[in-house]
Structure formats: structure tokens, C-alpha cells
T-cell receptor, first 111, second 114 residues
């Protein structure tokens, strides 16, 4: 059974800093890895999806990587802004099974 | 662009009452699912559907029923509400059940059981 872990649970950084959020998973036969953003009181917004044949995906200031051999994915945020403050969740699945979510990292970017 | 619409946004129930959480999507997505989100537990899958007429259980299905009579709608029924079902419920959809399809989420229903 796939298990997804995100550390740390919370992170606070000053505006402008580059940062990395970590996600680890137990089943290396992961099929895809998605990163989501969740604002308080809102649903989840899909940020990036990395398929098993890919190593990374980029969207604007966000870059997500996937290393299946080590069971890790990272979300890199460049030049962080206060508007990036949110909870970031990663989720993965093996084969055609439903997504399994980590518990998220709550990010605060201080102006 | 409606996307995934959940109603109601908030609900308070008494123990033992029943109710239905509504979820509708206008993207012609085949795959729909229900999650609950609890502090310290993350999102856990309740039920999912890969297409009209097909449903399956997720990680925490007990106390909940679903049906999928149309592609657009995927209601979640609480048969006899219990305080342990106090949670935030999210509905999600994707074009197909294939693993490489991004999922789209509704804004959630915040449910309190007294």
C-alpha cells in the first residue's frame, strides 16, 4: 500500500527566499506524483503532475522533481512571495489506483 | 467555468440524522471521488467512481453510500450521522481514471455532527 509523507509539517520563510518542500513515498512503482495547493477554507488546486516516465515538471516559479529510486519528490519554489502562503500537498498512486495524499506542509512567506 | 460544484458549503446535523452531500461537474469527467479531510489525518478516500453506474470503496467507506446514475453527479449519502463523521468533505473529478490525469477539486462541504 502506497504511503506518502511530507516533512516538515510547517515552514516559515522570508519573502524572496528560494525553498524546497519534500515528499517521500514508500512504493517505488509510483505511476504519477501530483502537487496541490490548498488555501484556507478552499479546495485543492493542482499545481504540477509528474508522470512515471518524467523526472520533473515546471510551471512559472515552481519546479517539481521525481526520483522513483529514492522514493522522493521535491517542489521547488523560486523567489517566494506572501501570496505563496498556503498548504502544499503531494499525492501519488501506483498503477491505476486512487491517489494517496500526504498530510501537507503549511508554508508561510513573511513580507 | 463551474468545474466541480459542491453543495451545501456548510451543514450542522444531529446524531442519527441522514443527509446527502451533492457534487456535480460540468467537464464530462468519467472519474469522480469523495475524500474527507481531518486535522492530522490528511485526505482519505471514501468512495470513487470510474464512470456512470460504477462505484467502488476507498479507504474509509463505512457509514457512507454513493451512486452514479449520471456522468455529471456523484452524491454522497450519510445514512445515520455520527460525531466521528464531523469533517470537511471534498469531491474531485478527472477526465478518466487513468493515473496521469490531474484531479479537479470542489471547495468542500464543512459538516458538523452534534
Amino acid at each position: 500500500k502506497q504511503e506518502v509523507t511530507q516533512i516538515p509539517a510547517a515552514l516559515s520563510v522570508p519573502e524572496g527566499e528560494n525553498l524546497v518542500l519534500n515528499c517521500s513515498f514508500t512504493d517505488s512503482a509510483i505511476y504519477n506524483l501530483q502537487w496541490f495547493r490548498q488555501d484556507p477554507g478552499k479546495g485543492l488546486t493542482s499545481l504540477l503532475l509528474i508522470q512515471s516516465s518524467q523526472r520533473e515538471q515546471t510551471s512559472g516559479r515552481l519546479n517539481a522533481s521525481l526520483d522513483k529510486s529514492s522514493g522522493r519528490s521535491t517542489l521547488y519554489i523560486a523567489a517566494s512571495q506572501p501570496g505563496d502562503s498556503a498548504t502544499y500537498l503531494c499525492a501519488g498512486n501506483s498503477g491505476n489506483t486512487p491517489l494517496v495524499f500526504g498530510k501537507g506542509t503549511r508554508l508561510s512567506v513573511i513580507a | 467555468n463551474a468545474g466541480v460544484t459542491q453543495t451545501p458549503k456548510f451543514q450542522v446535523l444531529k446524531t442519527g440524522q441522514s443527509m446527502t452531500l451533492q457534487c456535480a461537474q460540468d467537464m464530462n469527467h468519467e472519474y469522480m471521488s469523495w475524500y474527507r479531510q481531518d486535522p492530522g489525518m490528511g485526505l482519505r478516500l471514501i468512495h470513487y467512481s470510474v464512470g456512470a453506474g460504477i462505484t467502488d470503496q476507498g479507504e474509509v467507506p463505512n457509514g457512507y453510500n454513493v451512486s452514479r446514475s449520471t456522468t455529471e453527479d456523484f452524491p454522497l449519502r450519510l445514512l445515520s450521522a455520527a460525531p466521528s463523521q464531523t469533517s470537511v468533505y471534498f469531491c474531485a473529478s478527472s477526465r478518466t481514471g487513468a493515473a496521469h490525469q490531474p484531479q479537479h477539486f470542489g471547495d468542500g462541504t464543512r459538516l458538523s455532527i452534534l
